[in-house]
């Protein structure tokens, strides 16, 4: 043990964050080090592997429970990550909602994940993960709640394979932050008052509205599947409806699923949506930062 | 990509330690420099040392040449010696012949132009240095030369004592021990 700590402290491993330091982009705390994304949805499992140049390895895609496909891809993964560290991001079972005058500063971050319900007081729920966003310049924030149950047994299936998990979060609501980073807070001056934004990670999809400047509605559904166009359509269409004619809708997916951005975006393009996707854009979120 | 981080809530460890301090990397920072330094005092050190060996087998082998060299320079020096010792003597003997010269000149002076001095030894006395053994032969002489020689080296203030002359037909033989008168 003794030697293990002095071995740390010469090769420096001592001052590097930990592999679960949740304070630490994922891509600084395995610099130099192969790392594991994977995309746990309703009726499938992807993943995509890093390797030690911090650059997209190998891929792959199953059908299936998480819990049936975890046991049989082990090997695979448990070669693909280095200390048996991975991120995963659990596209099923949760909601995002809009809240306002939500408590914010450095330490928010933290304590939501500690102790929640000295953030979210009466709104919080017993078996329920939380996560948020905050708008730049408003009260509102977008809430995010997982089941609880759901991150326990996503991280004890990984845990009987041998694999840790560095991070569970959420890749629609990942998308969303990434979005709103890009159009809200990089943007800030020249943000319109009145602007839509519409999410799709492997099945589920969430739409938030802008209006005079407040994030005024937020719709959002998970699990629905891989060729659910008619379903999210439902969800974009009257929502949209709301703004005024020409606001800019923004349109942003996981960048793998090219037949549902292709047809989404084909509906999308008559009201001028701009689609901010790139390619592998949920492993680039979810992996660099 | 913007730098913000992505959020996370999975369960939080219980066994987590805090990091050291970035001020606490000097400490492996300093380990690092000091095997570095040892490295290269080591490899200096190595260096001056196979250096100092070699410098000191030329260094021997530069006392063996000069040691032959001193051995030749000694030997030479101990045949000039013997030489110079040969020289002293012979100017000893020269320096100690100085006082027999001019008896020998006085003889010769006092022989006449017909008359041949065939043989002439001075000898000094082992025993009393300052007498010497006067032995010579004249050819064609008679006892008027002896008596000439004599006078000569009376003159010198050298005396006679106990001549001996034998006449053998044409030659003359003449022995005596000159005996230095003192003023």
Redesign the interface.
């Given at each position: 043990m003794l030697l293990d700590e002095i071995k740390s402290?010469?090769?420096?491993a001592?001052?590097?964050?930990?592999s679960?330091d949740?304070?630490?982009?994922?891509a600084k705390r395995f610099e130099g080090r192969k790392s594991l994304l994977i995309n746990v949805s309703r009726s499938q499992t992807s993943w995509r592997s890093f390797n030690k140049k911090g650059r997209f390895d190998e891929s792959g895609v199953m059908e299936g429970e998480f819990a049936d496909i975890a046991p049989q891809r082990a090997d695979e993964w448990r070669q693909m990550a280095e200390g048996g560290w991975c991120c995963?991001s659990i596209n099923n079972r949760f909601i995002v909602s809009l809240e306002n005058n939500m408590m914010r500063g450095d330490n928010v971050?933290d304590l939501l994940?500690?102790n929640p319900r000295a953030v979210l007081g009466p709104k919080y729920d017993r078996g329920k993960?939380?996560?948020?966003?905050h708008h730049p310049d408003t009260t509102a924030s977008m809430l995010?709640a997982?089941e609880e149950s759901m991150?326990?047994s996503t991280?004890d299936v990984l845990k009987n394979i041998g694999l840790r998990?560095?991070?569970?979060?959420?890749g629609l609501?990942?998308l969303m932050?990434?979005a709103v980073?890009?159009l809200y807070?990089?943007q800030r001056l020249s943000t319109p008052t009145n602007s839509a934004l519409v999410a799709a990670c492997e099945g589920s999809i969430a739409v938030l509205v802008q209006q005079d400047g407040q994030w005024k509605e937020l719709r959002c559904r998970s699990g629905m599947g891989q060729d659910a166009v008619e379903t999210s359509l439902q969800i974009i269409t009257p929502l949209v409806q709301k703004l005024p004619q020409g606001s800019p809708v923004h349109f942003i997916s996981d960048g793998q699923d090219l037949k549902f951005r292709s047809e989404i975006m084909a509906h999308l393009e008559k009201i001028s949506a701009v689609d901010m996707t790139q390619d592998d854009l949920l492993w680039?979120?979810?992996g660099?930062? | 990509m913007s730098d913000y981080i992505c959020h996370d809530f999975k369960t939080p460890r219980n066994d987590t330690s805090r990091r050291l301090p970035d001020t606490f990397k000097a400490v492996p920072l300093f380990f690092f420099l000091s095997l570095v330094g040892s490295a290269y005092f080591m490899t200096m050190d190595w260096m001056a040392y196979k250096h100092a060996q070699k410098t000191k087998i030329e260094a021997e082998a530069r006392k063996t040449e000069l040691d032959e060299a001193a051995k030749k320079l000694t030997d030479e020096k101990a045949v000039l010696d013997t030489e110079t010792a040969k020289a002293e003597s012979l100017a000893k003997w020269m320096e100690g012949a100085r006082n027999v010269q001019p008896i020998a000149t006085a003889i010769a002076r006092a022989m006449p132009p017909e008359v041949r001095l065939s043989d002439l030894n001075l000898e000094r006395s082992e025993q009393v240095p300052s007498n010497l053994s006067l032995s010579l032969r004249i050819n064609g002489g008679s006892a008027a030369e002896v008596s000439l020689i004599e006078t000569g080296l009376s003159r010198l203030q050298y005396r006679s004592f106990s001549p001996q002359q034998n006449k053998n037909e044409e030659v003359i033989e003449y022995r005596s021990t000159l005996v230095r008168q003192e003023q």
């Open positions: 402290v010469l090769t420096f001592a001052f590097k964050p930990e679960d949740s304070n630490v982009a994922w995963v971050t994940r500690t993960r939380y996560a948020m966003c995010l997982c991150v326990k991280e998990t560095g991070r569970v979060c959420c609501f990942a932050e990434h980073t890009e807070v990089k680039r979120v979810i660099l930062h | -």
